[in-house]
T-cell receptor, first 117, second 113 residues
Framework: AQKITQTQPGMFVQEKEAVTLDCTYD???????LFWYKQPSSGEMIFLIY????DEQNATEGRYSLNFQKARKSANLVISASQLGDSAMYFC??????????????WGLGTSLAVNP | GAGVSQTPSNKVTEKGKYVELRCDPI?????LYWYRQSLGQGPEFLIY????????DSGLPNDRFFAVRPEGSVSTLKIQRTERGDSAVYLC???????????FGQGTRLTVV
């Protein structure tokens, strides 16, 4: 069975500094995808970044990068130059790739990030 | 609008009543997902539609829950004989077939009293 573990219930970071949010996963699949989503207080899930299990390079999207360490089964999110608007819940999630078009996601419990001015 | 739309945004109902939650996906998105998010938890998969058919309903908790997507666009999640434990935020997401990222609506907060 697939499982996502986020061990940091809450994190604080000073504005303009970088922060790393931890995510470890467990799967017996060879092909899988890893996602990070942001959920502000409004409730909407906002897609941030995706890493495929066979991607050799770490994914980057603007200020977001994914530190993918396959042997350790970790997919940490790094946010550089934090902004006040980054304060939100952050969820790590995983999907199977070899499941046809079904990209249903298995989610972690989330990390609450607070950016201090 | 261009995003996923869910209505109502909030629904309060009495225990034992029937409710319908609506999801209007992004135009052209053939894949549609329903998730349930309880307080302090990550979302939990309920059901996946590819076009009009429910391709994976393995996450529906019991037979009180049912979802349809008759024309391959709008979907309705139906809950019969609601229980207090059904209280949660119900999230809908849509994506293009084969694409990785799914786009979520703002959810419907269901409260069963």
């Amino acid at each position: 069975a697939q499982k996502i573990t986020q061990t940091q219930p809450g994190m604080f970071v000073q504005e303009k500094e970088a922060v790393t949010l931890d995510c470890t996963y467990d799967t017996s699949d060879q092909s899988y995808g890893l996602f990070w989503y942001k959920q502000p207080s409004s409730g909407e899930m906002i897609f941030l970044i995706y890493q495929g299990s066979y991607d050799e390079q770490n994914a980057t999207e603007g200020r977001y990068s994914l530190n993918f360490q396959k042997a350790r089964k970790s997919a940490n999110l790094v946010i550089s130059a934090s902004q006040l608007g980054d304060s939100a819940m952050y969820f790590c999630a995983m999907s199977r790739v070899n499941a046809g078009n079904n990209r249903k996601l298995i989610w972690g419990l989330g990390t609450s990030l607070a950016v201090n001015p | 609008g261009a995003g996923v739309s869910q209505t109502p945004s909030n629904k309060v109902t009495e225990k034992g009543k029937y409710v319908e939650l609506r999801c209007d996906p992004i135009s052209g998105h053939t894949a549609l997902y329903w998730y349930r998010q309880s307080l302090g938890q990550g979302p939990e998969f309920l059901i996946y539609f590819q076009g009009t058919g429910a391709a994976d309903d393995s996450g529906l908790p019991n037979d009180r829950f049912f979802a349809v997507r008759p024309e391959g666009s709008v979907s309705t999640l139906k809950i019969q004989r609601t229980e207090r434990g059904d209280s949660a935020v119900y999230l809908c997401a849509s994506s293009l077939t084969g694409r990785t990222e799914a786009f979520f609506g703002q959810g419907t907060r269901l409260t069963v009293v």
